[in-house]
């Protein structure tokens, strides 16, 4: 009754951002992410039958009340689902910075899903698991999958899912994260896109936006063109954050280091290096380009943050067991 798995993050280049039913976690939209090797969770689930409550240890520290809920709460779905009656030991090790835009709470519950799935003794399909997922976190539905994938919004439990568009990413597509702040955002995610759906009047337009970048996007992977994808990518994030500003009240993830990151990758981009930006509920900047442009950008930004500020970060895989 016991399983590892790991999952990596995944950054989106068409964001998702507001949900359409809050309870079966259904986004308002589609979305497309690549996901990435360099960040990643590792969770090993045991079903105990001496165990009184779940056990949940994250990066060798007992789970703070909140976390601990909301993974109790998602076993208890997989229990449910699986017949289980037994509690739980998690232990839950990120090689993530938590909360800080680098969609930690995609790797973790991508992993804890398919650990404590594996645990159960069942072996569902990937596509099943990637729902399941859902449930813990939205932007988890899409890291169960490796590479270019697209979270299709669905009507209901059994048709939100993502789906591989490219699992083995090999024509240069890369990103640097650009870590700026590495400290918990003071807007949650789930909080922030609720608030935009409730009150922003840029979300009809929005709705818009992305179905087109959908289809334009896809057609850019089919064709491998990094360029396109990237343009695509910085539009349609920067229109992500402008239903922010036009909530109300309005509020921004972006800080002064942000506007700065975007100022660097802009001029770059005017001198002839195609390198194209991304941000997502935090301050971080992830640059997106082709990986012959690898050094240039790097040593631009390394003379700007740091290198120790900096993180390449290639094609991932989906969910394994270990
Ligand atoms: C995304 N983000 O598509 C978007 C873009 C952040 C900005 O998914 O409430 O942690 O658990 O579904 O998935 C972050 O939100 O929120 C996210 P919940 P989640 O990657």
């Known amino acids: 009754m016991k399983a590892t798995a790991r999952a990596h993050t995944n950054i989106a280049l068409v964001k998702y951002?507001?949900?359409?039913?809050?309870?079966?976690?259904?986004?308002?939209?589609?979305?497309?992410?690549?996901?990435?090797?360099?960040?990643?969770?590792?969770t090993k689930v045991e079903f105990d039958p001496t165990l009184k409550s779940d056990q949940i240890q994250i990066d060798g520290q007992i789970a703070k009340p909140k976390v601990a809920k909301r993974v109790s709460d998602f076993l208890t779905l997989v229990r449910e689902r699986y017949q289980v009656s037994d509690f739980a030991h998690v232990t839950s090790i990120n090689n993530v910075p938590m909360a800080a835009g680098l969609a930690s709470s995609a790797s973790a519950f991508a992993a804890l899903a398919a650990a404590a799935t594996w645990a159960s003794g069942h072996h569902p399909t990937r596509q099943d698991l990637s729902r399941l997922a859902r449930m813990g976190s939205g932007s988890a539905t899409r890291s169960i999958f490796g590479g270019?994938?697209?979270?299709?919004?669905?009507?209901?439990?059994?048709?939100?899912?993502?789906?591989?568009?490219?699992?083995?990413v090999d024509f240069g597509l890369e990103m640097i994260a650009i870590l700026i702040d590495t400290r918990e955002k003071k807007v949650s995610s789930r909080g922030g896109m609720q608030h935009v759906v409730e009150t922003s009047p840029y979300y009809?337009?929005?709705?818009?936006?992305?179905?087109?970048?959908?289809?334009?996007?896809?057609?850019?992977?089919?064709?491998?063109?990094?360029?396109?994808?990237?343009?695509?990518?910085?539009?349609?994030?920067?229109?992500?954050?402008?239903?922010?500003?036009?909530?109300?009240?309005?509020?921004?993830?972006?800080n002064s280091q942000t506007l700065a990151a975007m100022a660097t990758i802009d001029n770059l981009h005017e001198c002839g290096v195609n390198c194209y930006y991304t941000m997502d509920a935090g301050p971080n900047v992830k640059v997106i380009y082709d990986q012959a442009d690898r050094e240039t950008i790097f040593n631009t930004l390394a003379a700007q943050f740091g290198a120790d500020h900096l993180a390449v970060a290639k094609p991932g895989p989906g969910v394994e067991e270990l």
């Open 17 to 42: 951002w507001g949900k359409k039913d809050l309870k079966l976690m259904l986004p308002q939209t589609d979305s497309l992410s690549l996901t990435l090797d360099r960040f990643y969770t590792t």
């Open 148 to 168: 270019l994938v697209q979270w299709h919004a669905g009507v209901d439990d059994a048709t939100s899912f993502a789906e591989p568009i490219e699992e083995s």
């Open 204 to 254: 009809p337009a929005w709705r818009e936006v992305v179905k087109a970048d959908m289809a334009k996007i896809k057609m850019a992977i089919a064709k491998h063109d990094v360029n396109e994808i990237g343009h695509i990518a910085q539009t349609n994030a920067l229109r992500m954050h402008a239903l922010n500003l036009a909530a109300d009240p309005g509020f921004t993830y972006f």
